[in-house]
């Protein structure tokens, strides 16, 4: 079957741009994103068969995803060598569409879009612990830089805040513990064979959580998690950072996924290996209590670490035209 055709790139480099998109990084790796591929439009649409309601009854994750995928889906069409225009949906749209992008004339990309473009496929969640190498001034700044170029913003936790937040974390840790439909989503997406599509893979899992870990990791392994080596523990002076949205809206959700994906980009080409811790975010309480924190006016979105990681392999992900809608 003929990969179909849009915005007029030829089926090869239209599945190329639509395989870029699914790249992106999402809850439990459920990959919640659809596209609807038109001459002069490309749709990017929320899949509602793919919410998690015990861990994002909102959908402010799965918005955030598809954001991600968004972002990827522009450095993917910059290269093909079109300027993407990002529309809102209109009136007229499904309900699902969260975007439209059209071809906004022909334009050759920069060289740093194009290393974000081509980070896009390296780019892993490593939950594996890192090295005890503190990252750069250079390299903070250019996540934050990376952050407000899609109108967010990334507050780096000063050591001075670590330990609030480690509290925060330990609790929406533990509410969702306690949630037993939240533990049924958990254990059904992760601890999976890597010949499944979707979900995390047993070898993504990193190593089980143990008693001396600082920042909870959850246990994405199923129970099937090899023990830890000794002296491979977490590392005790993480950078840790909040990325936020200005206002808290579904608009808001895709621009911070986007905002998030290219700072994730930018650590990746930097040599940076990251990952999300997400219980603070995901429990209303912390998530308010986190907001207080950083000043009252910022919306927290997104909690990532980054460091100096080993190779991760990368996760298992769908066909692109399993992500297409007729």
């Known amino acids: ?35 609807r591929l038109g001459e002069h439009v490309i749709e990017v649409h929320a899949d509602p068969q793919r919410r998690l309601p015990a861990t994002d009854p909102d959908d402010r994750e799965l918005r955030l995803s598809c954001g991600a995928a968004l972002l990827n889906l522009r450095l993917a ?23 439209e992008v ?8 920069a060289p740093a879009e194009r290393e974000l473009h081509d980070a896009i496929p390296r ?12 990252v750069s001034t250079t390299d903070r700044h250019a996540l934050i830089n990376a952050a407000q170029r899609e109108q967010g913003w990334l507050h780096v936790l000063a050591r001075t805040e670590l330990d609030a937040f480690a ?11 306690d949630d037993e439909r939240f533990r049924a989503e958990l254990e059904r997406w992760t601890g999976r064979s890597r010949q499944v ?36 523990d977490f590392e005790r002076d993480p950078l840790l950072a909040v990325l936020c949205s200005h206002h808290d809206s579904r608009a808001d959700d895709v621009r911070a996924g986007q905002a998030m994906q290219r700072v994730l980009l930018t650590a990746c080409a930097h040599g940076l290996s990251a990952s999300l811790l997400s219980q603070v975010v995901e429990v209303q309480d912390t998530r308010d209590e986190l907001r207080r924190m950083l000043g009252g006016s910022l919306q927290p979105q997104a909690v990532l670490r980054f460091g100096y990681g080993s190779p991760v392999p990368e996760t298992p992900r769908r066909d692109p035209a399993e992500l297409l809608i007729d």
Do not use: Y
Request: proline content about 13%; aromatic content about 4%; charged content about 25%.
């Open 102 to 109: 059209r071809d906004g004339g022909r334009a050759e990309q």
């Open 167 to 177: 509290e925060l974390a330990q609790r929406a840790h533990r509410v969702q513990l």
């Open 1 to 35: 079957m003929t990969f179909p055709t849009a915005l007029g790139l030829p089926p090869e480099r239209t599945e190329h741009v639509i395989r870029c998109a699914g790249l992106a990084p999402s809850l439990h790796n459920r990959q919640p994103w659809l596209f």
């Open 77 to 99: 069409l910059e290269h093909e060598g079109l300027r993407p225009v990002v529309d809102p949906p209109s009136s007229m749209s499904a309900p699902t569409v969260l975007a």
């Open 123 to 134: 780019r892993r969640t490593n939950r594996r612990p890192f090295q005890e190498i503190p």
């Open 197 to 232: 599509s979707e979900g995390v893979p047993t070898a993504s899992a990193g190593p089980r959580p143990e008693p001396q870990d600082l920042w909870v990791v959850r246990d994405f392994s199923g129970g099937s998690a090899p023990e830890r080596v000794a002296g491979k």
